[in-house]
């Protein structure tokens, strides 16, 4: 079952420890697998496979010429997340997320952190992402970035890294939902006997966290999803977040701003919108304001934001948050307005406007990662190991040309998922995304998309560059400490552990919620 | 004329317990605890609880799905309701279009194939997706290709009776089970949850587009009120009412047949009840109530149109 690969691994992988063991929290699951004919796991593969295409769960890929709809390749075997350690990065995406909140406002408003000398000023002033029209706004209830998506990695090292912040419109969770309902439904075997948190109820929390940010003081805010449309690469994320919240998919000329309200057209004539779920870039966002090409925005919107008439999520001027120098600074703003230390590290990162960062990356150029500060889905990234000498000069010429533009991080070793290829579960290099949405509170979605690179050795997941997906099973604490802590939750007594009588009559109460062996170990404790 | 009455009711039920198993299945998987307690609702909301502990005992994963899809003997299993529906319609095939019977005689293959692969219990959703498809395809060729005469409001009629009681059922068994407790108010819903509960009847994406979030009142509302969702019991009362008039040519308010009479009342009823009226006097006695007048409608058309012969020449005289 599992490859030659798996004999001479000699980095980290999720499932196995180096000598080919499960680690122990995999080992379940691993037990489990191993349980399945090879011919079977191969044969609900192949369902999976089938179920893509009849579901039309595609991506776009721009520039193909022949059929711009793809099947994006999903892989049976999970990554699985061990309980301690995801609430050690759900603590850590919490704290980050708050303080780059921090952040953006404090960067539209006082700029505190650049009179202390924290974050420098030209870095924010010519970033590409620094909306300027924005100066002095505060959004409703203070969000700026309603929802985020973290790209993080695990090095060879075990360390999990914080790779990138996306602060824009982070794309991938109808994924995480999509691949979830698709494990279940084909691979249901794999299941039994594991306990694996739910994400299911992330669209619910979605549509909360908009409708809690809603500007206007209606008893019932409306919510809409902004799509630029069908030839947008995350076209089906959009359909699918819409159908999951039951909010009307709108583009740019469905939405009208009559006097200070924007309103949608309907049958019944117009509907005011208080919150905008918009997956347009900034630029696109208002012909008024930004980009006066713009076909699919929505005229006169921004006026209407700035008056704090209608919610945009996530705020425009967010992405100063997304910029890959910024990112440098992450930890140091974490503890600017948090007093802490960050949770979750950052990759070392050279960034190439100082000048001594910038000398060292252009001597080191075949021992570096170099990203463009502003770029997604890892177009313009520059592999140097593996880059040719032509390309590492071009690339040199670049960063002396603009060094603001470009940041550099030593190669990263990627953690590894066994993959089914050909046959044969192969080691294949993974990444994680998980979804944060801020509102009131701050929640993180138990998991995330995790991205695989299929091919051999390639570091490369992003769905654009041959990358496939997996589900993400997040573990949940052994029965027995949850259904205590659940029990004594519930008792009177806050700090002496409860009398047994007590914990009897709570357990009357709350019979239907657990069974009888959960009763039976809460007791013995 | 009374199996065409039969043969959808026992369709539709076959596909609801289909959609059960499916939900739940995908519900407690991955959920790691106790399956006993996540297996059991599904018993109580058939009702024959007393059958099933009798027969199996224990309500696991593998006694259910036995119990609720391929046990013979239990008469509102997967198998027993497609099997009665098939011998329905081998008394009236001349009633119905060809592929309409050749349809429902596949169905009845499949499963007979599925219980003795016995593959069932570990692709169980795939299992439930065929049948759900069979249901649909027979409810879509009844629709698309019979006369909308007598025949097909009977079956209608039939399929609807089935629908709204199994709606409240599922609305009768789960919505305590997933109320937050007094001592637990302010705590979060339990969403993944409450949304099987919708999904059990179909209902998620129509409900989200109504209603957006979920809030437990808004739900029972949903499932029991809605005039426009397809399986909430208020949108059966109203298409069984319209066929049974349909069928008698009895004016509306007005009525002639005891099942006119009582169709006529429940329907009225909904129609002016809010969600507040039901939770204030109580959801279990107004589901208990609905059920109960909904098996008193069988057991009426049953009575003014099959089996009592003045009756019956009453409806054929004002049909014609």
Known sequence: MFSDGYQQNDGYDELLQADGVPRAHSRRFVSRLRSISDEEIQRRQRTAEASLFNLGITFTVYGHEQGTEKIWPFDLVPRIVEAKEWNRIRKGLEQRVRALNYFIDDIYNEQKIIKDGVVPEDLIRTAKTYRQQLQGFHPPQGVWCHISGVDLVRHSDGTVYVLEDNCRCPSGVSYVLENRELMKRTFSQVFEGMSVLPVEDYPERLLDTLLSCASTKTEHPTAVLLTPGVYNSAYFEHTFLAQQMGVELVQGPDLIVEGDFVYKCTTHGLQRVDVIYRRIDDDFLDP?????????????????????????????????????????????????YMSEDAILSNVPTYVCSKPEDCDYVLSHLDELVVKPTNESGGY??????????????????????????????????????????????????????????????IFVMPGGLTRVALREGSMVVNSSQGGGSKDTWVLRFEERDSCRRRIFRLCPIRFNPPKKKVIRQCLVEWRIRFSSADILNALKM | MADSVFISRHIERAENVARFLDVNSSLTMGDGSSLQDQWSPLVFTTGDQSFFDEKYGVANRSNVIQ??????????????????????????????????????????????????????????????????????????????????????????????????????????????????????????????????????????????????????????????LSRDFPRSAHHCLIAIQDSLLRITGTERGTFQLRSEQLIGRLRSEFDYTSINDIISKGMHQFIDHLQTQLNEIGAAVHDDFFTNPQARTASQQQSQ
């Open chain 1, 288 to 336: 008024q304001v930004f980009r006066e090409d713009s076909v699919l925005g929505v005229p006169g919107i921004m006026d209407v934001y700035r008056k704090g008439n209608v919610t945009l999520a996530n705020a425009p001027g967010s992405g100063i948050a997304d910029d890959k120098a910024i990112y440098a600074y992450v930890p140091e703003i974490i503890r600017y």
């Open chain 1, 380 to 441: 313009g990234i520059l592999m140097g190991p593996t880059a040719s000498q032509a390309e590492r000069d071009e690339c040199a010429a670049a960063i002396r040309d603009n060094p603001r533009n470009y940041i550099a991080q030593p190669m990263l070793q990627l953690s590894t998922v066994p993959t089914m290829v050909q046959g044969e579960l192969c080691p294949r290099h993974v990444d994680l995304r998980p979804f944060v949405l801020c509102g009131k509170d």
């Open chain 2, 67 to 224: 119990f609720l899809a391929f046990d013979q003997e239990y008469d509102n299993s997967i198998i027993s309701c497609v099997s009665r529906a098939r011998e329905n319609a081998r008394t009236v095939r001349e009633v119905f279009p060809v592929a309409i019977w050749e349809q429902l005689n596949k169905f009845y293959l499949m499963v007979v194939a599925a219980e003795k692969e016995k593959d069932s219990l570990t692709e169980l959703s795939e299992f439930c997706d065929r049948i759900k498809l069979a249901s649909s395809t027979i409810i879509g060729l009844i629709y698309s290709t019979m006369s909308h005469g007598e025949p097909w409001h009977f079956a209608r009629m039939g399929r609807l009776l089935e629908r709204a009681d199994k709606t409240s059922r599922i609305v009768d068994v789960q919505y305590f089970l997933l109320l937050p407790r007094p001592q637990d108010i302010g705590s979060t819903l339990d969403v993944v949850r409450w949304s099987a509960l919708l999904r059990s009847a179909s209902a998620l994406e129509m409900y989200r587009r109504e209603h957006g979030r979920i809030m437990p009142s808004r739900v029972a509302e949903f499932l029991l």
